[in-house]
Structure formats: C-alpha cells, structure tokens
C-alpha cells in the first residue's frame, strides 16, 4: 500500500532531508484539488492543490496510461486522487514532482462554478465567500490568520499570562451606547426578556478582564467583539477579533515594553512560518512589505508625549505642509493624517504616542500627575494610523466613581480598585487590523471569513 | 536593584536547578495579594499569593523590623510589594521562603470586603464572580481553562490545521430556530433593521467551517457559540465554546482517531503543566480525578454501533438493571442513563459509540449504505455521557438536497457538494464540559468566567 501524503508533509520532508529521501519514498498517494490541466501531446501537466501549502504539487501523467483520455478531461476544482512516485524535477515550481500511475476523481465540478482560471475581482470574491478560501490570495491571507493567531496565543502563553474567555453576551454599557447590538430571544420585544435586564453584545473584554488580572496578575483575551457602526469604510466590521492583555503591578512604561514584544514576536513568526505567503504579498498585494516588516523587527519603537506631537504638527503647518484639518491645537482629537504624517515623516517607523488630554480617552484611564492628561498610548504605524491603543488604568476609587459618572451596574468594577486594587494596566490589538498591517491586505473585508457589516449577511 | 520576581519564576528556577540558585538570587522584591497575615510573638508569617502560580510564598518577618506594627496589621486581600533574601525552609510548604526586610501596602481591603478566610460556598462565590478568581478553586479552575484552551490550539496547528474564525453573528438557520438569540440595533424592530435579513448568534461553526475544511482540507474553529435555552441545569448555559475541526479528505474512522488522539493530547498537557491544579481536584472536588484522567491517557476508546449498543440494553434489562427509561427499542433516543451504563459498566471507559438511526441525527450526516442509519459518533465518558459529538458528512448533492428540506439560504452549502467536493467529516468538543471532565467540577456555572444563563446577567 502507498503511503498518503500532502503537498506540505513532502515540502517539509524535502527541506529538511533533500530529494534523495523524497526518491525513496516509492509510491505515494495524494488528495487535493485541481488548479489546472493542460494535457499536450505525450505528456500532460496537472496542478495539484490540497490546501496544506500555498504551494502545488505538479503531476505528471503520459498518454501510455490507458486512462489518459479521463485524466486529460479533469476539470479545475474537481477534488481528485492520484497515486504514483515523485521523481527529481529540475523545472518545475517545485524540484520534485509526481509521475501519476492512477488518477481518480473523487468529487466533479458543476459547470456554473463561479471560480475561473483568470484572475477574480476581490469585490466579486466576497460575494463568493464560501468558495474565495480556495483563491492564491486568500489561501495566503487565512494561512497567515490562523498562524498569527497562535503566534499570540503562544507569546503570551510562553510568558505565563493566563487566558481567559470574557463573556459575549453582556449586562455593562461601559463604552458609550450608541453602537451596541442588542440581545433577544424569539423575536420577542423587550430585549429583557430572557436575562431579565437588557443584553448586547460585548465591545471589549478589558472590564471583565481586569477582575481576573486583580487576581492572575496577567491575562488576555482573544475573541469576538461587536460594533454596530454603519460606516462603510474598509477598515471598520460589525464583528471583529480582539487581543486584550491585562496586567497587574504594571504602568505605562510596562504596558509598552508588552506590547512592542508582543507585535515583533508576531510578525517574527509569521515571516518565518508563511514564507511563501508573505512572498506572494510583498510582490502581488503590497510592494514593499517585507522590507516594512524586517524594519519593524529590527527597529526600537520610538516615544512620543501627546504635546509633544502637537508641538510638530504645529512646526509642520509652518513648514507649509497642509492637512485637510488645518486647525492643530492642544486637545483636538488627532486625525488619520496626522498620526500617519506623525509616524511616517517624524517617527519614519512604529511610534507610541502617549499622555493625552484626559477629555478625549476613555474615563477608566489613569489620570497623570498634572491633572490634565491620562496614561493612555496609541501605537502608530506607517501606512496604518493606530494599529494598538492601551493605558494604565485609573487605580484611585474616588477618582474614578467620578469619571464614571452616570453608568449603571459598575460597582462591582469600582470595588476592584478597593479591594487590593494596584496600579494596572493593558492594550487591545484589533486582530483583523493588524492582520491587515501583516499582509497589506487594504479590506478588512479580505481578511475576515464572513465579513459581517451593515447589510452584509450572505453567508 | 533587587530583582522582581513572581512566584512563578522562583519556583521554576527550584525546579531547575535546586535551592542554591535561589539562594544566590540575593535581594529579591515581589508584588502580590495577602493570603493570610500571622504574626505570633517575635516572629509573623504572610502568605503572598501573585497569582502566577497555584502555590503561595511564605515572608517572614520580625519584630525587630521598625515597620513590624504596620506589617502585621495587612489585611486578607490587600495589595503589597515584599523584599526580601530568600532562604531555605524545610518547614514551610516551600522549601524555601523569603525573609522581608521591607513590606509595602499598595492597595487596601475595605471592610466590606466579601471573601474572608473561611471556605466560602460556590453558589456565594457565583455571585462574587468577578472575585472568586482569587479563591483557591477558582485559581486551579482558570488556569486549567487556560491550559487547556493552549494544548486545543498546540494539537490542531502542530498537525497543521488551520484555525478559522466562523462568524458569531449568522443569518443560517440549519440547525432549528427555537433556541436561537437574535441580534438587533439600537432598540429597533424588527430585527431586520441593521443586515437586512435576520441575524442570530450562532449555534456552531460547522457549517462554515466545511467551506474551509474545501479549501485547507484540516481547519478547526475554537470559539463562543449561544443557545437561547431557559434549561436550568448544571451542564447548560446559554453561552459556551466549542472545538469543532472538520477534515476533508476523512471518513468517520479518521474522524474518531483525531477525536482520541486529541482529548489525550490535551489531558496530557493538562497533567503535565497543572500538577497543583490537578492534585488539588483530585484532594478536594472529585476523588479519584488522576486514576480517572490517567486511565483514559493509556486507554484504547472502546467501539461500538448503536445497533449493539441496543441490544446491550436489552439484555440489561432481562437481567435486571432498571433504567428509568425502561422501554428499549431500536430508534430510540438514548437518554444520559443509557449512555452512562454502556461506557461505564460495558466499555468501562471512553467509548464511541457509532451509526445512529439517521431519524435521530442531522440533515447534514452521511448515509450509510444500509439506508437506515448515518456514519455519526458520539464519544461517551464515564460519570459524563457524551463529551464529543461528530460525523461524517452527507457529500451527495442529492441526498443533502432531499434532507435540507426547507432551509433558506442555504445552496452555498449544497454547492460545496457539487463544486469538487469529498468525503468530509468532523467533530464538536464542548469546550467547557471537557474542563468539567478535566477538573471535576460539577456545574457549568464553576468553569466559565461569567456565565450566562437565563435570568443570569449580573456582570
């Protein structure tokens, strides 16, 4: 019997032992797909893709095998078998490839299959968001997904940081009401009914989070959070991933030194892991970008204060570089071009910019001494804006009854800081933007599964 | 500068390489929670727990230290930064302990303080939910959780599964809509409002995920799923996560090898990483937990059709056992009874249990060629029932199609048969009834951070 194989057990088995051990294998056998078949004369070339590597496999099949003709009839898509033994290829993609003694087909491929050979649209691919997993572009983007994903599980695992798993379903309204999607049961209004208060679904972890970091020192989160935002712009989803560690015993300064680890850990492993992938990004998505990502890996993040930001944006308008908002002064809500022009023309890399007006943060940050600015940080990244947002949070249970002002239900979040309380501090990375910021992928549309936004529910 | 460090790091440094190493650390400063403040005549223990580890650290201080009177007034749950040398201590449960030169309060405990030393109640501490992580059991009940959530993503992307996020919110409604929640904006109705059509939360990520399983052949999704059940039971809730891989390429004999080899290599992991964690279950939650736990990692899963689970429970009957279910007949649903005699007195262990009546099973099931029963498993455990649920899926376009019957939207499904599809099949491993199998714990309330259920929402 054949040994079964995939394109990446024989990948790896060739990087790490060479051809010879690939020769010695004898017969395999394979499952995968078709990407292409082009029979031509004697010899025919068929492109086999199984999905476990960005890569094909190429099999080759000769018009000696009685069953050439049915082979040479595999269409693309079509889900097949193929046995037969690997031989050194000198020319193709791979320095292997396979001489097919038996091809099967396994499953066929209705002729209105809306995946062609040429090149599809992205707008088209998300109207097809079931099949588009099986596009070059989007092997690449789930591949590099799944690996970022564990990329962070690991780093803050390694680090002993405890993972826990914040509700969903939620009774706070911590983060402004507007954009919450609420909760019911079997159509039925009120919304109360089921929990006996109203139900919407979370915004971020940080609150509950920070229960369990008064009591593991380190945690993070990793799952799902909603916004019910219309804006239609390709950076913002109803439903996206969210990183949010939490620590104890820690400030600013401790917060940043995470978080800089964390994204070069990230991005460490992705290189290294999804060669192929980031290959194919940097030439086809985004030019440039393993250049950016080797200079992130390499770079000391830079620091910068609040005012002092204004301060250059300030000497910038001088210098007669206009923005679209003119108007720069102490306390303005810093825009898109700033915070690019900020990174990319001072900085020239990543930049923390931090200690903002306390009045445009949220009211659970950690007011600074002067009385004017809290602990906050926002990581700025060329090309991007703000990739991370963190702060020290407010530990003084006066000075945060309050800033909380009217929110009902919190006591429970203003005991924390009376019971043991301490100085403590997190950031949230939103996962779908930094995967974006990875790849070069410019939707956040392209790098979700089933993107769900306003009027957006195909699937 | 002395050094900071965490229970954590001073324990693994013992571990490593002995007392002397710790010895020779010199000076070190700790920050952490008091567990239990002594002081007795000349000499006072603290007990300092950071939550890194399950243990605790003793400090020792004296009388002569100038602070001595405000040390020993440090209250249960107070905040505090220790430095200290570390020394050897035979008699302390460590066997090393820190002698403090200087002791800190960081944050106070206010009188209302609801944890006091006597063991409090779990059904007290669920509605101390944002406090309990700092009880003991609760410590060994999250760190678990966390483990165990690593060794789930460590299995999958070891074998090179790719891990997807299918979508919370979802407008499918494939597996029976009255126990589903809906989503909903700003208070409106009808629940159209914000996509268009109408969304609910999901009731598992399968579906989506064989879209992917076609396109990467291994993937697995690891996340929240929801039911709208008002079930008042200690293993429902109506927010929970699932494991679900799906495999393409893999019939149901692949399906069971995957399902064993994983709970193994999870359980492992678990055993291996939280000795204190585990040892404290088997001490004080369920007896018998490591025999039981140990059993299953040398075991071979038993095997067994529901046709010859039938019969097994026929003859129990002629020999007497009485079931409270007394009538037995092919086609039945087997209630939890049934399924705890045959794993527990039959199998005496883990036991698959295979091909159930497709009448009882889901559309999206393989037939098998008997036309009467589908290639579907359910994975028993003793003291549990079922813990996995999984199958092979119906790849016939035809067959699919007469067994979806009414469902809307749902021809990407079908077409995942007709464009190139193969023998699949899958599994779901509800996340949070395994941790109840791996620690003990006897009610779904004590394993998640903050549970939801009906009339539950006070966090």
Known sequence: MSEVVTVRSLHSLYEKKGIDSLLALGEVTIFGWVRTNRPSGQLAFLELHDGTHFLSLQLVYTKDNPDFEKMAHLKMGASIKATGKIVASPSAK?????????????????????????????????????LRPRANTFQAVYRVRSVLSYAIHSFFQERGFVYVHTPIITGNDAEGAGQLFQVATNGEHPFTDFFGKEAHLTVSGQLHGEAFALAFKDIYTFGPTFRAERSNTPRHASEFWMIEPEMAFCDLKGDMEVIEACLKY???KVVTSCKEEIDFFDRFIANGLKDKLQAVLHSSFAHMTYTEAIKKLEEAVKEGISFENKKIYWGMDLQSEHERYLCEKIAKGPLFLTDYPKEIKAFYMKENPDGKTVAAVDLLVPGEGELVGGSQREDDPLKLKEKMGQLKDMDWYLNLRRYGGCPHAGFGIGFDRLLMY??????IRDVQLFPRTSNALKY
Chains 1, 2 share one sequence.
């Open 94 to 130: 791979q320095p292997y490839e396979v001489q097919v003694s038996a091809l099967e087909l396994i499953g066929d491929v209705a002729d209105d299959y809306p995946l062609q050979k040429k090149r599809s649209t992205f707008e088209f691919l998300r109207e097809q968001a079931y």
């Open 266 to 268: 990230a991005i460490e």
């Open 438 to 443: 990875v790849t070069g992928m410019q939707n």
